[in-house]
């Protein structure tokens, strides 16, 4: 597929879901094709001692956005590209845009369950039986085939999401990392300055650890509010590298 922007999410990652909002603004702007594709963070950690390195509700996390992804594989395969947008629309909804839940840790598990994911199937108009896949690891080679392309155009030391602008030559980096979503008209205007350093061949990185909570319900920060700022040393909340 022939796209102006390919877009690589992790469907239980907050600041992609962010960045993913802002990007749909400006595709419906600029009339871009986004191709919708996949990394895959617990793949990324696959070797990393999750206790000794995460918050304890990381792995549950990191596990159900993997297990998400299978479901996403299978309705891509069979059901093709366009099923992609709709899919992670009513991923991210579901996961972000609904109020703060008391037990984050349960509800973290219960994202890779077919009790989460098969209301999301129907809402994306696509058949329940694809939540089949969430136990089936043979999709695993083709989300980390897409994981390693997606690390191959930025390097390893970058989360997600990951924007590819202008395949299969232009350039792609990790980020923009946004915590809040931009009205229509700043959208165009955050996108063009994005755009115009990644089109810089010299350009190499743009970067502070410290982020703010993204203005998420999930996170019970709304449009009006700041959340409280983080320092996401290497990418991520890990205790130590």
Not at 60 to 73: E, I, N, P, Q, Y
Not at 183 to 202: C, I, K, M, N
């Amino acid at each position: 597929m022939d796209a102006d922007i390919n877009f690589y999410f992790d469907p239980v990652c907050p600041f992609a879901w962010m960045t993913s909002k802002w990007v749909r603004q400006v595709q419906e702007q600029r009339d871009y094709t986004v191709d919708w594709r996949f990394i895959s963070l617990r793949l990324i950690n696959a070797q990393v001692d999750y206790d000794a390195h995460f918050p304890p509700e990381y792995e549950a996390g990191h596990t159900a956005g993997l297990r998400l992804l299978r479901v996403a594989a299978r309705a891509r395969a069979e059901h093709g590209r366009a099923a992609m947008a709709p899919l992670y629309a009513a991923f991210g909804a579901h996961i972000f845009d609904t109020a703060l839940v008391p037990d984050e840790s349960e509800m973290r598990e219960l994202r890779g369950t077919r009790e989460f994911a098969e209301p999301i199937l129907a809402e994306a108009g696509l058949p329940l039986e694809l939540a089949e896949a969430l136990d089936d690891e043979s999709w695993d080679m083709e989300i980390q085939q897409e994981t390693d392309e997606a690390l191959s155009l930025t390097g390893k030391d970058v989360g997600t999401p990951i924007i590819h602008f202008e395949p299969p030559t232009g350039v792609a980096f990790f980020g923009p990392v946004i915590s809040r979503l931009p009205d229509e008209d700043s959208a165009v205007e955050l996108w063009d300055h994005v755009v115009a350093l990644a089109r810089f061949p010299g350009f190499a990185e743009l970067k502070r650890s410290l982020r703010e909570q993204p203005q998420l319900a999930a996170f019970g920060v709304d449009a009006t509010t700041v959340g409280k700022q983080e320092d996401w040393h290497g990418g991520s909340r890990r205790q130590k590298k």
